[in-house]
């Protein structure tokens, strides 16, 4: 049998659904044929008579999936450093909202920024992303809040899977926040997303997938499942911001339309981290806001465990409240803050993110037949990737065998 490229002298945490904890295979060996990989196990497993172009000694190297972030706000207009500052001095997230702050700020920002300027603006924070084994990357639309605007941050944010060797994954967020030329009037903006903006955001491609902001200073429950309803009826898979303020039972609503995520969930109660499980909806939890915000209502990480829900992590980096573009510190927030284990860090940049992007076929662990995407790692034990903060240790990123 022959190979493109084969990677040995490896200790792999393959991250597979059917191994135990993090799927350790010491002395590992992995190999990859047009982009995909072909093996994944022990070296005294490979086929007899193997060979290959290229053959990449690791030296003891720990190798894991490539990282995936799986909720992002990546592309947008401008910075919020001065509401940042705001917070400092005591201003909550609603006053900054209310007073016209907040999500709308970015929004005049990112109205007045071309294509181009959106991607100029987004490369910088990809880039380090990147530099530390990130190789797939969903990305929100959402300060836009109307059609032009929102189709051009879509549009910039798969320019970005052009420019740069990462998969980029795109969400359409129209509704995210009020526009201001809306006064108030919210079922009336509902109406346009559905109406108007939904159907061509899909009609063009521009969107793997649809999201909303499910909360008492953004949408309703009513309002938000009339966006999933108009999602699904143009094919499109659903995820939802929820429960992040108050409990308005986001995620037994997310559970309910079968979506891919439910994210935040500082407030999401029992019945709902069950309802999750039973849909199989990824909690992806995002200690970067909640240490932004300085919230103090933990995200039910026992009940998720108790009901068997799966737990993704992600940087949701944005202009405002998580302006974060580290998976490592990610990892570190979640077992930090939320007392994650190790095993639960790492499978929620890897397995459960792919996961909570319905691309688990495609990505997320080390097993044959799914996309080579690798991070090779200078540590003596995972624990290190979890651990360490403001230290990168990634010795080499491979994305699509490359």
Same mark, same amino acid.
């Given at each position: ?191 346009? !997303? ?8 899909? #009609? *063009?491609?521009?969107?793997?997938? %649809? @999201? /909303? $902001? ?69 909690? !992806? ?8 915000? #300085? *919230?103090?209502?933990?995200?039910? %990480? @026992? /009940? $998720? ?98």
């Amino acid at each position: 049998m022959r190979f493109d490229t084969v990677w040995f002298n490896a200790r792999l945490a393959t991250l597979a659904p059917a191994a135990d904890g993090l799927g350790i295979v010491h002395d590992g060996v992995i190999a990859a044929r047009n982009g995909r990989i072909a093996f994944a196990g022990p070296v005294g497993d490979l086929p007899t008579g193997w060979d290959s172009l290229e053959k990449v000694d690791c030296e003891g190297r720990w190798v894991t999936p490539g990282l995936v972030d799986c909720h992002t706000h990546l592309v947008f207009g401008g910075d919020r450093a001065a509401e940042f500052e705001m917070r400092l001095n005591g201003a909550s997230y609603e006053e900054i909202a209310r007073a016209g702050g907040g999500i709308v700020s970015t929004v005049k920002a990112t109205r007045a920024a071309s294509e181009d300027d959106l991607v100029a603006g987004a490369l910088p924070r990809l880039d380090h992303l990147i530099a530390e084994g990130c190789t797939t990357i969903e990305i929100k639309s959402g300060y836009g809040l109307e059609l032009e605007t929102e189709a051009r941050m879509l549009r910039a944010a798969r320019r970005l899977g052009r420019e740069r060797p990462v998969t980029v994954v795109t969400t359409f967020l129209g509704a995210h926040a009020l526009p201001p030329e809306a006064n108030g009037g919210k079922d009336a903006y509902i109406d346009m !997303v559905c109406r108007e903006m939904l159907p061509v955001i899909a #009609r *063009e491609g521009l969107a793997d997938a %649809v @999201d /909303a $902001f499910c909360e008492g200073i953004a949408f309703s429950p009513a309002q938000t499942a009339r966006v999933f309803e108009t999602a699904e009826a143009h094919g499109l898979t659903i995820k939802l911001h929820a429960d992040q303020l108050s409990n308005l039972h986001g995620a037994k609503l997310a559970a309910g339309f079968g979506a891919l995520s439910a994210d935040h969930l500082e407030y999401t109660d029992d019945e709902g981290a069950g309802a999750m499980a039973q849909a199989g909806t990824v909690a !992806v939890l995002l200690p970067g806001a909640f240490y932004t915000l #300085r *919230e103090t209502q933990l995200p039910p %990480v @026992d /009940a $998720f465990r108790r009901h068997g829900t799966r737990i993704a992590l992600a940087t949701d980096c944005n202009p405002g409240t998580s302006p974060l573009t580290s998976l490592l510190v990610a990892m570190n927030m979640g077992a930090t803050l939320f007392r994650l284990t190790v095993e639960e860090c790492i499978a929620g940049v890897t397995r459960e993110a792919a996961r909570a992007l319905g691309k688990l076929d495609e990505i997320g662990t080390l097993e044959p037949g799914k996309a080579c995407d690798l991070a090779i790692w200078d540590i003596e034990r995972p624990a290190e990737l979890v651990y360490r903060l403001g230290f990168n240790p990634l010795h080499a990123r491979i994305w699509r065998g490359q």
